[in-house]
Every structure is written in structure tokens, then in C-alpha cells.
């Protein structure tokens, strides 16, 4: 059996998401392909996610940003974790790449933890980095005298100098000389729109919103507001402990039998912090997006960009969201037309280049 590890940031759950619809794909070519996951995203989210066998391996890969909000990050936090962490203990890359052997990978891929890499080249094997950003490029954005992080950036930048294969997956941040480039990356819809509305207990006819803040928790504090718009329906995943449907709330816990693509699909708009998989979810849905834009965060104003190029959607305020003000604009962003795709989910292609890589035939 091949075996094909993976490692993968635990900054949010889109890397994880991104890397779950690579290893799915992968498994529609050759189902026998074997996946070690090393990551500290819980386990039950590729178990929801891949169809395939893996094992899972909990391990920290990287620090990415520390988040006091899924809007905020906490820079002297993630500063210190950087300086703790970075750079790597060579008996710790040691036994990875001795545990990698063992386990007879011929492959690493990385989604976009550069401990992959290192881990790579200490086993001799070929290691393949998968990025719509990389985090020396996030942290030379903050570079300042409260956050001194050259030479870690240097660390990092040298790292990722030599990973074997290069892929870049659209909304681009930095774009490089790259062995391929694809369109956005997200798992595939399984239920159809009609089965998730059942499932939900929701009217097949009514107006359905998801509100979601990715894989980082948030308190909303508007949802009594939303009770008065009785002709829509809210779909919030993280407001409860279990499965609700209180008046027209849907409240979902972190972790349910719903799969968020799934989620997406079926509703007429999607409200929700501009984050790189619920970006690449919408873009394949082709539902409009009410987008809560990051100030400081760099990548966000790449995602901005690309989703008033290639999408449909509306900019929400940090601050409109959080006090519910957003209502108001609600009946002019589902008033916005969807958008229908022909091209394929950038995951086949990623999957098709790295069996070509491992000589294998789809």
C-alpha cells in the first residue's frame, strides 16, 4: 500500500479543509493510497471529511497567527510561540523523518507547514507544498518593532526554498515561478440542497443564510435580532451544545453530522469572515457572499479582490456584524445573482499532479 503523509497548519480549519479535498480527491484515483496526517486540527474532522484510510497523528507542524477573535490575532502571542518553536529541534526532525520512514511514506505533502519540508528532506523523500499564501510572507506584513520577526522569516523563507514541487491554489497572495496553479481548492458537496433543507426540518421554498466564522469559535450577539426576520431562516453553526431549530434558528454545534460544503450549498447566501475555504466553498456554490473583510490581516485584501473579480458578494463591517447591522443589507445581498461554474474544483488538479509525481495512473 502507498503511503503519502501530510502536514498540516492547525491555524483555523481552512488549511485542514484544503488539504481534506487534495486527499479525497487523490482517493478518487487510487483508493488503496494510504494517508498519515500530522496535524493538532481534531481528528474527527477528517474522519467527517475524508473517504478514505489515514492515520492520524497529533502533532504541532506550525504556529501560524495566535487568534484573540476569528477576526483579531494576538501578535505578541504568536511571537512568543514563534520564538519557543522556530527554529526546529533537529532530534525532533530526527525522529520524524525515522517515523516517516517506518511508516514507508514515498511522499510529503504540506498545507502550508514548512516542518513538512524539513521533515522531507531528513527522510529523502520528495516533499510537495501546497499554499495560496506561505507564513513568511504573513509575517513580513507585521514586521515592526513590537513585532521583530526578520530572522525568523529568513528561517522559514529558507525552508521553503527547497521543497521538491510547488503548487499554488487562486486567490493567490504572492504569486512565484510554481510548478502548477490552480483554481480554488474545496471539498465536495455531498447532499443535495433539497436533502439538507429536510434534514434541517427548514420549507423547501424559504430564504436560508448561513452565518459561519470558519474553524475559530465567535459569541454572536445579535441573534435575537435575527428572530424577527421570520421569512429567512439562520443557519449558525457553533451556537449550541446540540442540533436546535428555535423559531427560525438553526443552531448547530462545532461539530455535527452536517458537512459544511454541504451547508453552504444549500443556501441562498452565506454570511461569514472572509477565510480562505469558505471563500473556495462559496466560489464552487456560486451563492452570494456577505463578507466580514480582516483590516489586519494581509491576505484578506487579496480574498476581497478576488471574490468582487470572480464572485458574488457584499462587504460587511467588523463592527456591522457584530452588532447585527448587517440585517439591513441582508435583502440587498441575497437580491445578488449567483454565479455558475464550469471549471473543475483545483483539488482534481492538485490530485492529478501528484500521482503523476508518484507514477501513478489515474
Not at 511522499?107 to 506561505?134: H, Y
Not at 510554481?178 to 421554498?205: A, E, W
Not at 441582508?330 to 473543475?344: C, D, F, Q, V, Y
Not at 474544483?345 to 489515474?362: D, H, M, R, T, Y
Request: proline fraction near 6%; glycine fraction near 6%.
Amino acid at each position: 500500500m502507498l503511503s503519502i503523509a501530510h502536514f498540516i497548519s492547525p491555524h483555523g480549519f481552512g488549511h485542514a479543509a484544503r488539504a481534506c479535498a487534495v486527499i479525497a480527491a487523490i482517493h478518487e484515483i487510487n483508493p488503496s493510497i494510504r494517508f498519515e496526517i500530522f496535524t493538532t486540527i481534531p481528528q474527527w474532522f477528517f474522519e467527517q471529511s475524508i473517504p478514505g484510510v489515514f492515520t492520524y497523528h497529533r502533532l504541532l507542524t506550525d504556529i501560524g497567527m495566535v487568534q484573540e477573535t476569528p477576526l483579531r490575532e494576538d501578535l505578541p502571542e504568536t511571537l512568543r510561540k514563534l520564538n519557543n518553536f522556530l527554529p526546529y529541534d533537529p532530534s525532533q526532525i530526527q525522529s520524524l523523518s525515522e517515523k516517516i520512514n517506518r511508516l514507508k511514506c514515498s511522499l510529503i505533502i504540506c498545507d502550508i507547514s514548512p516542518m513538512g519540508i524539513a521533515v522531507a528532506q531528513k527522510a529523502g523523500i520528495p516533499s510537495v507544498l501546497i499554499e495560496n499564501f506561505t507564513w513568511d510572507w504573513v509575517y513580513g506584513n507585521y514586521v515592526s518593532a513590537n513585532f521583530p520577526a526578520e530572522e525568523l522569516i529568513d528561517y522559514l523563507r529558507e525552508i521553503y526554498r527547497h521543497v521538491d514541487y510547488h503548487i499554488q491554489t487562486e486567490p493567490v497572495c504572492f504569486y512565484q515561478n510554481v510548478d502548477l496553479c490552480t483554481v480554488p481548492i474545496s471539498r465536495m458537496v455531498r447532499d443535495t440542497s433539497q436533502q439538507i433543507r429536510q434534514r434541517l426540518g427548514m420549507p423547501g421554498g424559504a430564504k436560508v443564510v448561513l452565518v459561519t466564522m470558519g474553524g475559530i469559535p465567535e459569541k454572536y450577539t445579535f441573534l435575537e435580532h435575527l428572530t424577527f426576520r421570520t421569512d429567512i431562516y439562520f443557519i449558525i453553526p457553533d451556537g449550541t451544545q446540540t442540533v436546535q431549530l428555535v423559531d427560525n434558528l438553526v443552531l448547530l454545534p462545532r461539530r455535527s453530522d452536517f458537512f459544511h460544503p454541504d451547508l453552504v450549498n444549500a443556501c441562498d447566501a452565506v454570511i461569514g469572515k472572509l477565510g480562505y475555504s469558505t471563500l473556495a466553498e462559496i466560489y464552487h456554490s456560486g451563492v452570494p457572499y456577505g463578507y466580514i473583510p480582516r483590516s489586519t490581516f494581509k491576505e484578506s485584501e487579496i480574498l476581497e479582490a478576488f471574490v468582487k473579480s470572480q464572485m458574488s458578494g457584499s462587504a460587511i463591517s467588523e463592527s456591522q456584524f457584530q452588532d447585527g447591522g448587517w440585517l439591513s443589507s441582508l435583502p440587498e445581498i441575497l437580491a445578488l445573482p449567483g454565479t455558475k461554474r464550469n471549471n473543475s474544483n483545483g483539488a482534481v488538479e492538485v490530485s492529478q499532479f501528484i500521482c503523476k509525481v508518484l507514477g501513478i495512473k489515474p
